[in-house]
């Protein structure tokens, strides 16, 4: 876990930033809530690689169970599954 | 979704009506693709004992002649024994010559079990090749999930114990190209005795490693002719049967035979039994509506459209495996 948690708003941007830069698709309409599996932003290798970013930039783990469309099916969503963990290890 | 004149989706949809028939256009065109196109005189192909490069050794006996086809058997370290046994019984089965060409040494030469085993060290350190197995998994069960699979590499040590871990990018890409060494080493055997002997280079890929991109560019996917690159795995053990297939072959449970562990093709690859994958493909190719899909596969219409959203993104993120060189 880093020292200095970020904060919400700072998490959507690097997540985003992270995809834009990342993505070898159309994003022209790419917001918060697009379902980038589904649109196929994002394929099988660029999901290892986001959760690499994701555990290497924000220090934090996703365990097996955490890999499940509702914490990663857009900016929103992975963006809420980096707070989640970050509060859980807060009160730990 | 556009649904095309189409029949009521039935679990009997993808069956062959007629196999003889099916059997009898392949062979014609196999013969007339590699006599008046490709201006060969024969076939090569390489044989694993498994059913799709037996149903296409069978159609190549048909098409041109026992005396015409040359069975190539290809093993290296980490094949399965069986493999090679299944593959003689076949050849001896249809009258054909078979050859063995082991590639382990070529494919030391090129360092592919040492890049690999490198990168299996990155996630397990204590992994030594003398005393474990390896194979990669698939993670989380994706088709029911609109995400991507996640692979996992597993070891296996010599008292059965099993270790699993999520493969990150680096070490996945780095096993996947080193063990693509294997099928590329074999495509090169392939066309050095097809060369030698005038012959054509038969691929054995069905319809899903084709459509799916289950092979290897320049590797398994390297060949002249698919002849049943356009069939459901349904309809090759159809085929099987009509050719008079060993059953002991139709009743092996098809495997990757690329890493030292046991692996089916189901479980790193394509994430449901054939019986299924075949009717579910084919409803998604021929834009059947889920709802209609949903009832006939005991499935809800959700899990249905998971799975086409999942057949859409292999299909287009496999493309890549299918291209010509680009030429412009």
Same mark, same amino acid.
């Given at each position: 876990?880093k020292?200095?948690?970020?904060?919400?708003?700072?998490?959507?941007?690097? #997540?985003?930033s992270?995809i834009?830069?990342?993505t070898?698709?159309?994003?022209?309409n790419?917001n918060?809530?697009t379902?980038?599996?589904?649109e196929?932003? &994002?394929?099988s290798m660029? &999901?290892?690689?986001?959760?690499?970013y #994701?555990?290497?930039? &924000?220090?934090?783990?996703?365990?097996?169970?955490?890999? #499940?469309?509702?914490?990663?099916?857009?900016?929103?969503? #992975?963006?809420?599954?980096?707070?989640?963990?970050?509060?859980v290890?807060?009160?730990? | 979704?556009?649904? $095309?004149? !189409?029949?009521?989706?039935?679990?009997e949809?993808v069956?062959?009506?007629?196999?003889?028939?099916?059997?009898?256009?392949?062979?014609?065109r196999? !013969?007339?693709?590699?006599?008046?196109?490709?201006?060969?005189?024969?076939?090569?192909?390489?044989i694993?004992?498994?059913?799709?490069?037996?149903?296409?050794?069978?159609?190549?006996?048909?098409?041109?002649?026992?005396?015409?086809?040359?069975?190539?058997?290809l093993?290296?370290?980490?094949?399965?024994?069986d493999s090679?046994r299944?593959?003689?019984?076949?050849a001896?089965?249809?009258?054909v010559?078979?050859?063995?060409?082991?590639?382990?040494?070529? @494919?030391?030469g090129?360092g592919?079990?040492?890049?690999?085993?490198e990168a299996?060290?990155?996630?397990?350190?204590?992994?030594?090749?003398a005393?474990y197995?390896?194979?990669?998994g698939?993670?989380?069960?994706? @088709?029911?999930t609109?995400?991507?699979?996640l692979?996992?590499l597993?070891i %296996?040590?010599?008292?059965?114990?099993e270790?699993s871990?999520?493969?990150?990018?680096?070490?996945f890409?780095q %096993?996947?190209?080193?063990?693509?060494f294997?099928q590329?080493c074999?495509?090169?055997?392939?066309?050095y005795?097809?060369?030698?002997? !005038?012959?054509?280079?038969?691929?054995t890929?069905? $319809? !899903?490693?084709?459509?799916?991109?289950?092979?290897?560019?320049y590797?398994?996917g390297?060949?002249d002719?698919?002849?049943?690159g356009?069939?459901?795995?349904?309809?090759?053990?159809?085929?099987?049967?009509?050719?008079?297939?060993?059953q002991?072959?139709?009743d092996?449970?098809p495997t990757?035979?690329?890493?030292?562990a046991e692996?089916t093709?189901?479980?790193?690859?394509?994430?449901?039994p054939f019986?299924q994958?075949?009717? @579910?493909?084919y409803?998604?190719?021929?834009?059947?509506?889920?709802?209609?899909?949903?009832?006939?596969?005991?499935m809800?219409?959700e899990?249905? $459209?998971?799975?086409?959203v999942?057949?859409e993104?292999?299909?287009?993120?496999?493309?890549?495996l299918r291209m010509a060189? %680009?030429?412009?």
């Amino acid at each position: 876990m880093k020292e200095i948690l970020e904060n919400t708003a700072q998490i959507k941007e690097k #997540i985003d930033s992270y995809i834009r830069k990342n993505t070898l698709s159309n994003i022209s309409n790419l917001n918060d809530k697009t379902l980038l599996f589904r649109e196929g932003i &994002f394929d099988s290798m660029a &999901f290892v690689l986001l959760i690499d970013y #994701i555990e290497e930039t &924000f220090g934090i783990k996703a365990s097996d169970e955490d890999l #499940i469309e509702e914490n990663f099916e857009s900016i929103e969503a #992975i963006t809420r599954f980096i707070t989640h963990k970050y509060e859980v290890s807060t009160v730990r | 979704m556009n649904k $095309k004149n !189409h029949n009521p989706f039935s679990r009997e949809i993808v069956i062959l009506e007629n196999e003889k028939s099916e059997c009898d256009a392949i062979v014609a065109r196999l !013969h007339d693709n590699v006599i008046h196109r490709l201006h060969r005189t024969g076939a090569v192909i390489g044989i694993s004992g498994g059913i799709d490069s037996s149903v296409t050794l069978a159609l190549s006996v048909l098409a041109l002649g026992a005396e015409n086809v040359l069975g190539i058997m290809l093993p290296e370290k980490d094949s399965s024994g069986d493999s090679a046994r299944f593959a003689q019984q076949l050849a001896d089965k249809f009258n054909v010559r078979a050859i063995t060409e082991n590639i382990t040494g070529a @494919l030391q030469g090129f360092g592919c079990y040492q890049r690999r085993d490198e990168a299996v060290k990155n996630i397990f350190p204590e992994y030594d090749p003398a005393r474990y197995k390896m194979k990669i998994g698939v993670k989380n069960s994706g @088709l029911y999930t609109n995400l991507p699979p996640l692979f996992s590499l597993v070891i %296996i040590d010599d008292k059965g114990v099993e270790q699993s871990k999520r493969l990150p990018a680096p070490e996945f890409r780095q %096993i996947e190209a080193a063990s693509n060494f294997k099928q590329r080493c074999r495509m090169s055997m392939l066309y050095y005795h097809a060369e030698r002997l !005038h012959y054509a280079v038969i691929g054995t890929p069905n $319809k !899903h490693e084709v459509e799916q991109g289950f092979f290897v560019k320049y590797g398994d996917g390297g060949a002249d002719i698919m002849p049943i690159g356009h069939l459901y795995k349904t309809q090759v053990y159809q085929l099987a049967r009509y050719l008079g297939i060993p059953q002991e072959i139709i009743d092996r449970t098809p495997t990757t035979d690329t890493y030292s562990a046991e692996q089916t093709q189901q479980e790193f690859f394509y994430q449901l039994p054939f019986a299924q994958m075949d009717l @579910l493909w084919y409803a998604y190719e021929n834009k059947y509506d889920p709802s209609e899909v949903a009832p006939v596969m005991e499935m809800t219409v959700e899990q249905v $459209k998971s799975v086409f959203v999942n057949f859409e993104r292999k299909f287009k993120t496999t493309e890549y495996l299918r291209m010509a060189p %680009i030429r412009e």
